[in-house]
């Protein structure tokens, strides 16, 4: 009888184990819980939401324009925020007249970011039509609701260093279960 229930302790304790050096090494590296705190992403994220978080493909590729990432608030390391990437390293980005222009290598002058995935009526505004340029690890990040969303507009440009992952899915609510990727942008 004890001999049994030593087994069966023993079974258990390999199976944690084995369980543990299995997600461990997942969830701090490869995929990341993460909830939606506020309405800066509305109407594409809601509060409370779940959403899972790949670690693990900006190493191997740098951010898109249009992903949706999870980045530690540059003020406050210990804060996460939610953005959408509008401006890459060494853009220039200007908001002006209700929308985002941005310029590169290839738009000296510039071209008018056309966001298919905000609300129709949904202007820009900050920054006074002033011109940011983005260092060669700087991104420039919006929330989708750019009237309640504390973003580059207020805190400045994001380094490549304090982004955690782009989301990859929602798990939470059932019914808005979705899997994500960057928008397709027309130049």
Same mark, same amino acid.
């Given at each position: 009888?004890?001999? @049994?229930?030593?087994?069966?302790?023993?079974?258990?304790?390999?199976?944690?184990?084995?369980?543990?050096?299995?997600? /461990?090494?997942?969830?701090?590296?490869?995929?990341?819980?993460?909830?939606?705190?506020?309405?800066?992403?509305?109407?594409?994220?809601?509060?409370?939401?779940?959403?899972?978080?790949?670690?693990? *493909?900006?190493?191997?590729?740098?951010?898109?324009?249009?992903? /949706?990432?999870?980045?530690?608030?540059?003020?406050?390391?210990?804060?996460?925020?939610?953005?959408?990437? /509008?401006?890459?390293?060494?853009?220039?980005?200007?908001?002006?007249?209700?929308?985002?222009?941005?310029?590169?290598?290839?738009?000296?002058?510039?071209?008018?970011?056309?966001?298919?995935?905000?609300?129709?009526?949904?202007?820009?505004?900050?920054?006074?039509?002033?011109?940011?340029?983005?260092?060669?690890?700087?991104?420039?990040?919006?929330?989708?609701?750019?009237?309640?969303?504390?973003?580059?507009?207020?805190?400045?440009?994001?380094?490549?260093?304090?982004?955690?992952?782009?989301?990859?899915?929602?798990?939470?609510?059932? @019914?808005? /279960?979705?899997?994500?990727?960057?928008?397709?942008? *027309?130049?």
């Amino acid at each position: 009888m004890i001999k @049994n229930f030593f087994a069966y302790v023993f079974e258990l304790v390999k199976v944690v184990v084995i369980s543990l050096a299995i997600i /461990i090494p997942i969830r701090y590296y490869l995929i990341q819980p993460f909830y939606v705190k506020g309405a800066s992403m509305e109407p594409n994220f809601y509060d409370k939401e779940y959403l899972i978080i790949d670690e693990i *493909s900006y190493r191997f590729h740098e951010p898109a324009r249009g992903d /949706i990432v999870v980045f530690r608030y540059p003020r406050n390391p210990e804060e996460f925020f939610i953005k959408r990437v /509008i401006g890459l390293p060494g853009e220039k980005i200007q908001v002006r007249d209700g929308s985002v222009y941005i310029y590169n290598g290839s738009h000296k002058d510039g071209f008018k970011l056309e966001e298919k995935y905000l609300p129709a009526n949904l202007m820009t505004y900050g920054l006074n039509d002033e011109i940011t340029t983005l260092s060669q690890s700087e991104y420039f990040v919006l929330g989708d609701n750019r009237n309640s969303s504390k973003d580059s507009r207020s805190f400045g440009a994001v380094d490549k260093k304090f982004v955690t992952g782009r989301v990859l899915f929602r798990g939470w609510p059932f @019914n808005r /279960i979705d899997v994500f990727s960057a928008p397709q942008y *027309s130049y």
